[in-house]
């Protein structure tokens, strides 16, 4: 049986991992990182550590929810001590340092990395992607609306849907993105891809990308009502990746999109 430890078990969505693990016929929960005292219950065989090698030397897989500084301790201390367990992360606002951290990790383990787990989501940036090549001249606006607690903005969910977008037009996101405007800005140009955030409330989040042109507009949409849809994601990711060579894989990759 499969040995999975949660990095990051009392965030919103580790506790839904821990009970969904906790489930699963054929997964065990083996272990979970905490940083302070857990508020819920756990079997009593789990391991609970805030030790980082003992962590990772308990488990299989590890499925990461964590805040970026976190998931650079899981991948520094994986390099630094030979540790290769198949790595899910699914954490948002990673830094160019942490994302080459992240691949120097998977030339020694699986890592599959995504900043949505939701299957709807990855097929969202599937659709994105043909939509941007086959509607030539219109113009690509992205909204995302998360609830008030979210951290990093724009999303990273909704940067990798503008990067999809970007892709179906043969550009490099960095050139076009805006995520700003304010003031006498001039006209929109008709290369430029926008990002914009919202935030309040509870909402758990939501993803639009529009494309409009005179006399007609296309939307895309995904809702994501329960967090229950990333940790469903995440533990159907971990099956897969446990049967992958080293490298790094996306959600694309575990469902064959």
């Keep these: 049986m499969t040995k999975v430890g949660i990095f990051g078990a009392g965030g919103r969505v580790g506790k839904l991992l821990v009970e969904n693990t906790v489930n699963d016929k054929n997964l065990e929960l083996s272990v979970v990182f905490v940083t302070k005292e857990l508020d819920f219950n756990i079997p ?10 003992t962590f990772i030397a308990s488990c299989d897989v590890v499925i990461d929810f964590t805040q970026p500084e976190g998931t650079e301790l899981l991948l520094t201390t994986a390099i630094q001590e030979g540790l290769t ?8 606002g990673l830094n160019s340092h942490q994302q ?15 900043t949505n787990m939701s299957v709807g989501v990855a097929l969202l940036n599937k659709l994105v992607y043909l939509a941007s090549k ?21 999303s990273g969910t909704a940067l990798t849907l503008a990067d999809s977008a ?18 006498m800005i001039g006209e929109r140009s008709d290369s430029e891809i926008a990002v914009m955030a919202l935030r309040g409330g509870d909402i758990v989040g939501e993803h639009v990308v529009g494309y409009y042109a005179d006399g007609e507009y296309v939307r895309l949409q995904h809702t994501a009502t329960n967090r229950n849809t990333f940790a469903n994601g995440a533990i159907r ?16 990759d575990f469902l064959q999109l």
Excluded at 168 to 178: C, H, N, P, Q, T
């Design 44 to 53: 009593e065989h789990v391991l609970v550590t805030n030790e980082m090698k």
């Design 100 to 114: 080459n951290l992240m691949k120097e990790a998977s030339q020694k383990m699986p890592i599959l990395y995504a």
């Design 134 to 154: 086959t509607l030539e001249g219109f113009d690509i606006e992205i909204t995302e609306m998360h609830h008030k607690f979210k951290k990093d903005a724009p």
């Design 85 to 92: 367990p198949s790595l899910v992360i699914g954490t948002t």
């Design 166 to 183: 970007a892709k179906g037009r043969d550009l490099i996101l960095d050139d076009v993105r805006v995520s700003g405007r304010n003031g």
């Design 237 to 252: 990711a971990s099956k897969w990746l446990i049967h992958q060579e080293s490298g790094l894989y996306s959600i694309q």
